[in-house]
């Protein structure tokens, strides 16, 4: 059971509900407009990634490779951004429309093309870091095969 994707879903699935909660957190305090505190989602985000890296390093003791450790990293990340943006999509579709026309601004007239863009941007910027640190943390993560050097 401690596959890559397994490893991938149970840490993507640990990112999601920190994001989600901390979305709601400042949802509470009204802090949720302010896209500055998205930067606090790469916190958990690299956080999700790392130990789920770290975490299937150690169950799959000689098998590990750098494919299978960028790959359980970027399958973690896809799920995290995948369920977050289906959650973002719910909550500014049905739940709070006010929170999309407030945030697009006069930007865009037509609401639906503006919801989806905002979308998209939650969904690529997942992506975008997702790749990013997982390929990072495989320089951490990998095996050195450097050849001593006696000085």
């Known amino acids: 059971m401690n596959t890559s994707f397994s490893v991938a879903l ?4 640990y990112i999601t509900f920190c994001l989600i909660a901390f979305f709601l957190v400042l949802r509470f305090f ?3 407009e302010n896209p500055w505190l998205r930067l606090f989602n790469g ?4 956080a999700g990634i790392y130990y789920a890296i770290k975490y299937y390093k150690s169950k799959s003791k000689g ?3 750098y494919i299978n450790g960028a ?3 970027l399958i973690t990340g896809f799920i995290a951004t995948t369920v977050f943006t289906i959650f973002m999509a719910i909550y500014m579709f049905h739940l709070d429309t006010a929170f999309t026309e407030k945030l697009l601004g006069s930007n865009f007239i037509d609401y639906e ?3 989806n863009i905002l979308l998209f941007i939650i ?3 997942g992506l975008a870091s997702s790749v990013v640190l997982a390929l990072a943390f495989m ?3 990998k095996k050195s095969h450097n050849i001593p050097q006696n000085t």
């Open 43 to 46: 916190v958990f985000m690299c």
């Open 123 to 125: 969904f690529i910027e």
């Open 30 to 32: 009204d802090l949720h």
């Open 10 to 13: 149970k840490y993507g699935l």
């Open 71 to 73: 790959k359980t990293g």
């Open 113 to 115: 093309v503006g919801a």
């Open 139 to 141: 320089q951490i993560f």
């Open 63 to 65: 098998e590990f490779g």
